[in-house]
């Protein structure tokens, strides 16, 4: 069956450390991988998707992912991390011909002043 | 409209009342989506839309759950005889068209509480 797994329900980073949101997916044919955010109360909001070509992603405020293959990972990162950053942060995956997009149980970040 | 929106925001309704909650996707995505998001919890396929074709019903929970929507305009989720499980926040997406790498796009959600 098609999954999404990512690893820590729950991420804590100090303001200007590293941010990495780990996402693993399984899948037998290509993936179009998607992270979202979701701030409290709102809506879910794109940060950034593969779909072909580049492997390495970059999304809105500072974000990026790198889509690799053979680890079959599409892990989130950001260099330094903001008070703003705080959020839940969902990876997303379809397969091929499939509209339904698949989610992970998300990750929720928190920034330590 | 400029987003997906939703409708109501927010919804509280007694045990085994039927409650309908609506969403008007972006103008012209033929594709629309909802999803279930309950508290602390991953989001929930319930159904998706694809212009005339027939929907893919695969995580509707159960028959108290169903979902219409007109060609490619405004859809409506229906829940009957509400549960306490039902709870939730329902979101509804849309996206452009057949192209599967194409961007989603949520609304703000609709917050049912079942009393």
């Known amino acids: 069956a098609q999954s999404v797994t990512q690893l820590g329900s729950h991420v804590s980073v100090s303001e200007g450390a590293l941010v990495l949101l780990r996402c693993n997916y399984s899948s037998s044919v290509p993936p179009y991988l998607f992270w979202y955010v979701q701030y409290p109360n709102q809506g879910l909001q794109l940060l950034l998707k593969?779909?072909?070509?580049?492997?390495l992603v970059k999304g809105i405020n500072g974000f990026e992912a790198e889509f690799k293959k053979s680890e079959t990972s599409f892990h989130l990162t950001k260099p330094s991390a903001h008070m703003s950053d705080a959020a839940e942060y969902f990876c997303a995956v379809k397969y091929g011909g499939a509209q339904k997009l698949v989610f992970g149980q998300g990750t929720r970040l928190t920034i330590n002043p | 409209g400029a987003g997906v929106s939703q409708s109501p925001s927010n919804k509280v309704t007694e045990k085994g009342k039927d409650v309908e909650l609506r969403c008007d996707p972006i103008?012209?995505?033929?594709?629309l989506y909802w999803y279930r998001q309950r508290l602390g919890q991953g989001l929930e396929f319930l159904i998706y839309?694809?212009?005339?074709?027939?929907?893919?019903k695969s995580g509707l929970p159960s028959d108290r759950f169903s979902a219409e929507r007109t060609g490619e305009s405004v859809s409506t989720l229906t829940i009957q005889r509400t549960q306490q499980e039902d709870s939730a926040v329902y979101l509804c997406?849309?996206?452009?068209?057949?192209?599967?790498?194409?961007?989603?796009?949520f609304g703000e959600g609709s917050w049912l509480t079942v009393v």
């Open positions: 103008s012209g995505h033929t594709a």
């Open positions: 593969y779909t072909t070509g580049a492997t």
């Open positions: 839309f694809q212009g005339n074709s027939a929907p893919d």
């Open positions: 997406a849309s996206s452009s068209d057949r192209v599967p790498g194409n961007t989603i796009y």
